[in-house]
């Protein structure tokens, strides 16, 4: 383990968040700075000596700035080993002196991303000199010091200070992983974007984006460890969402209100309020309204009992009827597009209640990646972005849908295809009355939904069944009769399904025995 004299440091940054602060403490220190471009301008500007690297080159920048610091005296400078008589030799023959510090942080491709830049933009946001030079330094961490990242500067001069204007090995070492994996992020947002750009869903080398949003109490358990990672994906959610108030979230309530706030963005706020409530990334109560305090109240009479200590997501702005009907049980968070003032300052009252604001609605028909951890690799999928009223729905009874089944019928399938598999959702009246989700069996969660729904009227005080006269979904065909004889029984007069099973016509027979109507959609919604 060597200590490392910092005497000499090159600075290259785009983002300039404390650079002349950084330069002049630098500089106090007795480290001869050199820059390019606009840092350097920033740092003369300031009254602080600094060398361009042009003059280090003996080349001027060129290609509209393309062309700076691709030159063994940079490239040299980072990359001699001290101490090796070959590696200092040809530095002397060459006139290459060492640079001890890099201080790089690279060009705004993922800003300009988030500004769906035009492509040329795009491709003028790459850096190549920046993520060289990183690379560089960071393979010589033996030698070199390399900050990406601004939060750093701090620590740097902390380490200069208590090892008399050296860095330490293991200091280095830590700097040296981040540059990695900064540079390696910053590759994987160009090739996703360029993936992107010419139509390739699958690239034969991962590429992955992502940084560290937060590091969690722990994961989905108290033994393991848990983080969130913020991608280039700008979808509003949990993960761009800002918190109001309430506790930190634990890796649970991300992982629920995502699947929340994934559902109720299924229902367009322009038609409609909607209201989601989850417990363990099911659904346990689903409703529409005509506002979101009748949404919710409705959708909390569909379970309860599930609804306590859930989180809860609606589509519309939250108000303050609404917000005062939230907090009447215990809930974990709430997910909304907005809240009015007044909704804040209810929901205040409950210290421990997290709110959070998105700003808006994902569009469910927007792609992407959903990715999923094996032993081994990584299992990737596109979203389910199939909205099913874009679908050619099939009429495949001797008797159609009414109306108001026909809007049930799109209202379950809705929701059925945000509860785990195998799921099974009736409902009525625009609202969840019995769902099903995570069997083994189809049929086996279309009697739990029953026996569920028919436990919640007798607890409500209710004598007739909530499925008498409800519709049915299901995420995927039924195998056999018996799931939907299963959902007949207990009062459905409509189903939906994808069909495509070999016992299909065996089905719908049924279904025309009964009298009942069917549709078929033709996709499946499988979620596991």
């Not at 907090?327 to 210290?351: H, L, N, R, Y």
Request: aromatic share 4%; proline share 3%; hydrophobic share 45%.
């Amino acid at each position: 383990m060597t200590d490392r004299p910092i005497r000499r440091a090159l600075l290259s940054v785009s983002d300039k968040t404390g650079l002349v602060d950084f330069a002049r403490a630098l500089s106090e220190r007795g480290v001869a700075l050199i820059s390019t471009g606009g840092t350097a301008k920033a740092l003369k500007d300031a009254g602080l000596a600094v060398s361009d690297v042009s003059d280090v080159t003996g080349f001027p920048e060129m290609m509209d700035g393309r062309v700076k610091t691709l030159h063994p005296s940079v490239h040299g400078g980072l990359l001699m080993i001290r101490g090796n008589e070959e590696h200092e030799k040809s530095a002397a023959d060459h006139g290459i002196a060492p640079i001890d510090l890099l201080v790089v942080n690279l060009y705004p491709f993922e800003e300009t991303l988030k500004k769906n830049a035009p492509h040329d933009d795009m491709i003028e946001n790459i850096d190549v000199g920046g993520p060289a030079m990183i690379r560089g330094a960071a393979k010589n961490h033996a030698d070199v010091t390399v900050v990406v990242d601004t939060k750093d500067y701090a620590a740097v001069l902390g380490a200069m200070d208590a090892n008399g204007g050296a860095t330490t090995q293991k200091f280095r070492e830590a700097l040296a992983a981040k540059a990695f994996a900064r540079a390696s992020a910053y590759d994987a947002a160009i090739a996703s974007y360029l993936s992107r750009h010419i139509g390739e869903s699958a690239m034969s080398f991962g590429a992955m984006s992502a940084s560290l949003g937060q590091t969690l109490r722990y994961g989905e358990n108290p033994h393991q460890t848990g983080s969130l990672w913020l991608t280039q994906d700008q979808r509003p959610g949990v993960a761009t969402a800002r918190q109001v108030q309430g506790k930190e979230l634990s890796y649970n309530n991300i992982n629920d209100t995502d699947a929340a706030f994934e559902l109720v963005a299924e229902f367009d706020p322009a038609n409609t309020a909607a209201c989601a409530i989850i417990k363990h990334a099911n659904p346990c109560g689903v409703a529409e309204a005509g506002d979101v305090a009748e949404a919710y109240r409705r959708a909390l009479a569909a379970d309860p009992v599930s609804a306590f200590g859930g989180i809860v997501a609606v589509n519309r702005t939250l108000d303050a009827e609404a917000a005062a009907e939230m907090v009447k049980i215990f809930t974990e968070v709430i997910i909304a597009p907005d809240a009015s003032d007044e909704a804040i300052q209810i929901i205040g009252a409950k210290k421990n209640l997290r709110l959070l604001l998105t700003g808006g609605l994902p569009d469910t028909r927007a792609g992407g990646l959903i990715v999923k951890s094996v032993a081994g690799g990584l299992l990737m999928q596109s979203r389910d972005n199939v909205v099913v009223d874009d679908l050619e729905l099939k009429v495949v009874t001797k008797r159609t849908p009414t109306s108001a089944e026909l809007a049930d019928l799109l209202f379950a399938m809705r929701v059925v295809k945000h509860v785990k598999s195998n799921a099974i959702v009736y409902a009525k009246g625009g609202a969840t009355v019995g769902i099903g989700a995570g069997q083994m069996s189809r049929v086996d969660s279309a009697r739990i939904a029953v026996t569920k729904a028919e436990e919640i009227a007798r607890e409500a005080g209710r004598t007739d069944s909530p499925t008498k006269g409800s519709v049915v979904a299901s995420d995927a065909f039924f195998p056999f009769a018996d799931g939907l004889l299963t959902a007949i029984q207990a009062g459905a007069t409509a189903a939906i399904q994808p069909g495509g099973s070999v016992r299909d016509n065996e089905v719908v027979n049924v279904a025309d025995e009964h009298g009942i109507a069917m549709i078929l959609m033709g996709v499946r919604h499988f979620r596991h």
